[in-house]
């Protein structure tokens, strides 16, 4: 999994019948010391993140499928946590 | 999922099968700012509906294929949805159930 913070959300009514109703975030990457790294990833949400929170997301698709209990959605990222402590 | 430009189509008559009549676009991949970054590539569109200079969202490898029926398809990059917005703007976290 990766940490990132969620930095907004996408909007598209025309996309794969297996995306309807999925809330998609935009997460940017975080590193290991809080800061924002290079990179981001736009993930489902499966717990109801908002912006600005630290989050974990899944980024492997096997493991996105389960989640999301649907075998043929075609998405890799997944939010799967919001941290509390991102950094001790 | 990344985001992407369209910046043009792509014919290919011959193609293996279950790609027939899969529309075939090039993608600028864009960084989460909206700006261009990285190399153009070639991508099936899942939608079956986007079209050069839409904003989209593409996914890559395995969950690519996905996208098409049938999925065991040799598709590694595609287009799953048209970006209509991107909202980076200050909203408040929602607030959640109590644990």
């Known amino acids: ?88 | 999922m990344f985001l992407g430009r369209v910046i043009g189509t792509l014919v290919a008559t011959t193609a293996c099968e279950g790609m027939a009549g899969v529309p075939l676009l090039w993608v600028q991949p864009l960084g989460s700012d909206g700006a261009a970054k990285g190399q153009p590539f070639v991508c099936a569109d899942g939608t079956r509906m986007a079209g050069p200079g839409e904003t989209i969202y593409w996914e890559a490898s395995r969950e690519a294929a996905l996208t098409l029926e049938p999925s065991f398809v040799p598709v590694d990059h595609a287009v799953v949805g048209i970006v209509d917005d991107r909202q980076l703007d200050a909203v408040p976290a929602p607030r959640r159930r109590p644990r």
């Open chain 1, 1 to 88: 999994m990766i940490l990132g913070r969620v930095a907004g959300r996408i909007v598209s009514t025309i996309h794969h019948p297996s995306m309807a109703g999925r809330s998609l975030l935009i997460v940017d990457k975080v590193g290991a010391d809080g800061e924002l790294a290079d990179g981001y990833v736009i993930a489902v949400d499966a717990i109801g993140a908002g912006w600005g929170e630290t989050v974990l997301v899944l980024d492997e698709g096997n493991g996105a499928r389960q989640i999301l209990q649907a075998p043929g959605v075609p998405v890799r990222s997944v939010v799967v946590g919001i941290v509390d402590n991102p950094v001790s």
